[in-house]
């Protein structure tokens, strides 16, 4: 592989919860320090004390800029001349091309010739150079494999590195520093970038802090990989929820869920919409499916923890509107 | 006039500065301190360092509690038991209900048969007794004062009075106590109460502070009235900003706007439906239509400050979701 990025062999510890405190250093006046949301209504309905981590209010709408600021800008000098070069039809497209904007770093980014035209429209808006791909023809991983060898480009992979990790641990980092410890914390798990990277927050900060990952039950891989400890994979996972259409954990992020995430849970669509719903409707903040799945294990009873405070990341809030306009259909006439 | 709320007669300045402490520390713990929003696009589209208070947080959606609690909370014993009257369509029927939930004080809220079906639900299930009335058949002012005289019943009116005036004013105190002095606070304006109390808070507070209000432009009676010193009115204005279809400023609040705001200004229905459609898609917070009429001054260039600290009261957030997404059609496209 060409990366001078490439990740640590399979099985070791890549990422501490120091990795995570220099990263925040990193990160401080660059990243928004995003709000930590609360609601009666939630609390009411839950019996709990609820905190939600608004990383929807962050740059480029996800959290995802944390862990592609914290990789650029530890590059070398004649790295950062050459650029780097990603794939993502999503968030991580967008927060690389930020991040190679304000580090001056030139920044080319794999994008499938289908993705949303505003999100292609945002990348490109940010300076980015975007090489469109045929999903039927290739694979990005191939694609980028390629490309990075002509160009001599690193790849800044979109969860599975040790300095991505730490840059998404700073969000769970900033909760437990506004909240204080907490009794259980729920994050999103794709890839599993952003949940070990929280999950090594919360044990430095809150030891006694439960750490769950939640999934789409569509696309239920991490979940069946936390509980037979070998790594399952799934293919194209039919999920509302598109951050999480990941196939897989990878060599950095699996270790670190396995060593320091409590349990996994997964969610059904229906509940991902409810939970969605919820926060359009009721909490006045726009979130995205992906971004809902921690909350939909908490109203949907798949977690409980009554008279506990609980921590809750929100992702992102990065969706076409209208689209998410169809996903409540079917939830206001239930 | 049954109501023993009955206001200050025409001319006089029926609230202060004091009032609105008064009703801060009344407020204390019953409301919530709402977030103070930024956003570097924002900032970057203006030149100017934009602070946005977001009432669409607070509790039912909108800063009408803050009115409403005030009032309430004032009422004699003997008041309380018997219980208050109010009309509305809108957010000061959830308020209303709220304020005599928490206060055990019985509220009955007159309200148009034609009502929004969730307006309706939220108002009941805040366990107030609903009024319904045919907008073709009566007037909701004479029906209240009917209804009024019949039960002994003081009528809480959406703006009109200085105890609703003085509540309302909470929210830009809270705001300069978190932003500090700024050069320009923008408000919405529709029968004045949050205009008004938001003046009283930035003469107080940060006296070089200029207030400008904000109306529709299909419902310009408080501008032409400010700009003449002598009281519009309209009827049945057609605007989205369903806020601010009020026939004009009150008695009570017409002075208080003529003495304390700077200017008024009126925007295109265009620019509303551009203002909270930029809350919705770069802000990632659900906004509504009256919601977004000070930020709609600001963007579409009817107020400009160049490096100046500026204020927009985000007055709300309770849209039907359907309904804004067909708002947006016409800016998506264009």
Aim: aromatic share 6%; net charge neutral; hydrophobic share 45%.
């Amino acid at each position: 592989m060409a990366s001078p990025l490439a990740s640590e062999p399979h099985g070791t510890l890549a990422a501490s919860y120091d990795d995570v405190a220099a990263a925040a250093a990193r990160l401080d006046g660059i990243v928004n320090r995003t709000p930590v949301l609360t609601s009666r209504t939630l609390d009411a309905r839950t019996g709990a004390s609820v905190f939600c981590k608004a990383e929807n209010f962050q740059r480029t709408g996800a959290f995802k800029i944390r862990g592609a600021y914290n990789a650029l800008s530890q590059l070398t000098p004649a790295q950062r001349k050459r650029g780097v070069l990603t794939y993502s039809s999503g968030n991580h497209a967008q927060a690389v091309a930020l991040a190679g904007r304000l580090l001056d770093i030139p920044a080319t980014i794999i994008m499938p010739t289908d993705a949303p035209a505003v999100k292609l429209a945002a990348t490109r808006g940010y300076g980015a150079e975007i090489i469109p791909y045929d999903r039927e023809e290739t694979t990005r991983e191939a694609l980028a494999q390629r490309i990075a060898e002509e160009r001599g480009l690193p790849i800044i992979p979109p969860y599975d590195h040790p300095h991505i990790v730490a840059g998404q641990g700073t969000a769970a980092r900033e909760l437990f520093e506004e909240t204080g410890p907490l009794d259980l914390l729920l994050v999103c798990c794709g890839g599993g970038g952003l949940l070990s990277g929280s999950a090594l927050s919360a044990k430095a900060l809150a030891p006694a802090c439960r750490v769950v990952g939640v999934e789409p039950a569509q696309a239920d891989d991490a979940t069946r990989s936390f509980h037979t400890g070998r790594l399952h994979t799934v293919h194209n996972p039919d999920t509302i929820a598109d951050g999480a259409r990941t196939p897989s954990l990878g060599t950095v992020t699996f270790p670190l869920v396995l060593h320091y995430v409590d349990d996994m849970v997964a969610v059904s669509e229906e509940a991902i919409r409810r939970a969605m719903f919820f926060f359009w409707q009721r909490m006045k903040v726009i979130v995205e499916p992906t971004g809902a799945l921690a909350l939909a294990a908490l109203l949907d009873g798949v977690v409980s923890a009554p008279g506990a405070r609980i921590g809750v990341l929100i992702s992102g809030g990065n969706v076409d509107l209208r689209y998410a306009l169809r996903l409540f259909e079917a939830v206001e006439t239930s």
